[in-house]
């Protein structure tokens, strides 16, 4: 699993680029980069999981966790899921999908247009 955090210009915005398995041996990297994404204070965070190869239940709980994070710090939370049906399967099953707020690309994400949201 690789994760990547990176600031994204004059889009105010944190980008956290995921990729390759999120399960219980990846799960605190991946919680260590929501957080170091919420403490540089922008007022969105990205989080682009069209590389994730596997979510797991730990995967959906830091997603979570990372939506409590967003509230409590009035920061705006996106995924970037893609038609990843490795992401969107678990998300669906288990109803989080309709908590998180998922888009289909890294454009959509940054501009906030709801367009084309993920489904």
């Known amino acids: 699993m690789t994760v990547g955090r990176h600031g994204h210009g004059g889009r105010e915005a944190v980008i956290v680029r995921v990729a390759g398995e999120i399960d219980d041996e990846t799960s605190g990297q991946v919680r260590a980069a929501y957080a170091e994404a919420f403490a540089a204070g922008r007022p969105t965070v990205?989080?682009?999981?069209?590389?994730?190869t596997l979510l797991?239940?730990?995967g959906i709980a830091d997603l979570l966790l990372a939506r409590r994070s967003a509230t409590s710090t009035g920061t705006e939370l996106r995924l970037v899921v893609g038609e990843n049906p490795r992401v969107l399967r678990p998300l669906h099953l288990t109803g989080v999908a309709d908590v998180l707020g998922l888009c289909r690309d890294l454009d959509e994400a940054l501009t906030g247009e709801p367009g084309s949201r993920a489904g």
Do not use: E, I, K, Y
């Open 46 to 52: 990205v989080v682009d999981l069209t590389g994730v």
């Open 56 to 58: 797991a239940s730990f």
